[in-house]
């Protein structure tokens, strides 16, 4: 990770789409099997749509039957942050981007071996990089 983003949301407003803007700035979710990424397949790495810090690896990512994009470990346990969330009555713990703060969906104890984490992500708030190799 590099140092970090900090922006005025004036200024992200001019570098996101409204949609990005309203995941990544005012914590937003996005419905479910709706975002582009839930059943993508390709190999490649996921990066933050508001600063390009890479995020998760598809060789991380899994079916959790959700709807959304599922990893079970960032590529990097620094590249993201995680604070508890207890909007909407819920408990839940948050994941945001640490290089911009952006908020990137939240992660559950539900997930698979090896770390048996769920990190459930919005595709809005991500970009895809495909692997430039082409071997799967």
């Known amino acids: 990770m ?6 005025s949301e004036s200024e992200w407003k001019k570098i996101l789409t409204p949609e990005e803007y ?3 700035r005012e914590a937003g979710t996005e419905p479910a099997f ?6 993508l397949k390709d190999k490649g790495i996921f990066v933050c749509a508001g600063c390009g ?6 060789d991380t990512k899994f079916d959790s039957g959700t709807g959304w994009p599922s990893f079970f470990t960032p ?3 620094t590249s993201v942050e995680t ?12 994941v945001v981007c640490a290089r911009c703060g952006g908020h990137l969906g939240h992660v559950f104890d539900d997930g ?5 984490l769920r990190y459930c992500i919005n595709s809005g708030a991500l ?6 190799d082409k071997k799967k």
């Open 22 to 24: 309203r995941l990544l």
């Open 75 to 77: 590529v990097v346990k």
């Open 34 to 39: 709706s975002g582009k990424f839930w059943n």
């Open 2 to 7: 590099t140092d970090k983003v900090v922006k």
């Open 112 to 116: 698979p071996a090896p770390t048996g």
């Open 83 to 94: 604070a508890p969330d207890n909007r909407f009555g819920m408990r839940r713990t948050e």
């Open 127 to 132: 970009h895809f990089e495909p692997s430039k």
């Open 53 to 58: 810090n890479e995020l998760f690896s598809s």
